[in-house]
């Protein structure tokens, strides 16, 4: 078990999705890194784990990275995981895992909870190809700039946000793909308020209105021809 970085994925909502195989690494790995305090806090309390992490975000990552590879590179094994889901989609850990790379540690995926995987399989529609976009940019003239580039592209786009986002990303790509664009919006996935809103975006955004729709979501733009 020496030498390696375990990339752990953990559960998005529901706490019974993790695998036997995460708690055990999580528990024992010489060093936990994680993205932020409470998330992990919590996390770790609900399947009593108690122990110390390393924290390894945005802010950081260039400063912690080199020093988490130095305890690597003495036998040292580590677990890095996100608040939620699996790390690396549109989380820090990037340059840590190049560092690894490059210095011969191995690294080892831990499979698990995925929001990206669980909004296409159940979203109903044909995803033997699709276009991953991940987050746009918060900054407004950014945003539609991305989204008219996105409008180009004939495929079935995912497209993250954060949670108080929702309505305005919806009103957005109303504006730039037409009130008769079909999407799905995977919401609150493996929450007891999960739901696939599927149809036209100008019913959806309809919808998300009326019931003031704010949460963890995933939405998929079916812009194929």
């Known amino acids: ?57 945005e802010h950081n990552e260039k400063e912690a990275a080199p020093e988490i590879l130095e305890l690597l590179k003495e036998g040292e094994t580590a677990a890095l995981i996100s608040d939620a ?37 159940g979203s109903g529609l044909d995803f033997e190809k699709f276009y991953y976009f991940g987050w746009l940019s918060p900054k407004k003239e950014i945003r539609r700039k991305e989204l008219l580039q996105l409008k180009k592209k004939k495929d079935l786009i995912a ?37 696939f809103y599927r149809g036209k975006i100008s019913e959806i955004l309809k919808i998300a209105d009326s019931k003031k729709l704010k949460g963890e979501f995933v939405l998929l733009v079916d812009n194929r021809e």
């Not at 995926?109 to 909004?119: E, H």
């Not at 305005?168 to 308020?193: D, H």
Request: charged share 20%.
């Open 1 to 57: 078990m020496k030498n390696k970085l375990y990339l752990v994925a953990t559960p998005i909502g529901d706490y019974k999705d993790i695998t036997f195989r995460a708690v055990n690494i999580l528990k024992s790995v010489d060093i936990l890194i994680c993205e932020e305090i409470k998330p992990t806090r919590r996390l770790l309390s609900n399947f009593d784990i108690s122990r110390d992490f390393i924290l390894l975000n």
């Open 159 to 195: 497209i993250m946000e954060t949670p108080y986002r929702l309505r305005k990303l919806l009103t957005e790509v109303q504006s730039v793909f037409g009130k008769n664009q079909w999407i799905v919006l995977a919401y609150k996935l493996t929450m007891p308020e999960e739901k």
């Open 85 to 121: 889901g699996t790390p690396l989609f549109s989380d820090p850990g990037h340059y840590l895992v190049e560092l690894c790379i490059a210095a011969g540690i191995e690294i080892v995926p831990i499979p698990g909870a995925n929001s990206l995987i669980l909004s296409l399989i």
